[in-house]
């Protein structure tokens, strides 16, 4: 069974950080691109930031470049979204999601999806 399960979301001040970390199974890890999304209330789920099977390319959002970092271990079957900076309009769902052919910042590009975990910053 195909699993991703998100963590590391939290409550944060303006200007923090956090790592979210999404950690895969039951499938070969190393053959998957992965994405991180993110969904507001009452918004569309919007691509954040990926990263592809092999490390390389990776993508963002524009408001979150240079502040946040994708990386992979493909040793933990793991993907980490490192977020600095943190702004009060990146309070949000974060979601994982896998695919072997998709690829790039589009919702649609991914097969498998995390339940995500909650990002929330104060003012």
């Known amino acids: 069974e195909v699993q991703l399960v998100e963590s590391g979301g939290g409550l944060v001040q303006t200007g923090g950080s956090l790592r979210l970390s999404c950690v895969a199974s039951?499938?070969?890890?190393?053959?998957?691109?992965i994405g991180w999304f993110r969904q507001a209330p009452g918004r569309e789920r919007e691509g954040v930031s990926c990263i592809s099977s092999s490390d390389e390319p990776t993508y963002y959002q524009d408001p979150v470049k240079d502040r946040f970092t994708i990386s992979r271990d493909n040793a933990k079957n793991t993907v980490y979204l490192q977020m600095d900076s943190l702004k009060p309009e990146d309070t949000a769902v974060y979601y994982c999601?896998?695919?072997?052919?998709?690829?790039?910042?589009?919702?649609?590009?991914?097969?498998?999806w995390g339940q995500g975990t909650q990002v929330t910053v104060s003012s």
């Open positions: 999601a896998a695919s072997t052919t998709g690829y790039g910042l589009g919702p649609y590009e991914y097969e498998y």
């Open positions: 039951g499938f070969f890890f190393d053959e998957y691109n």
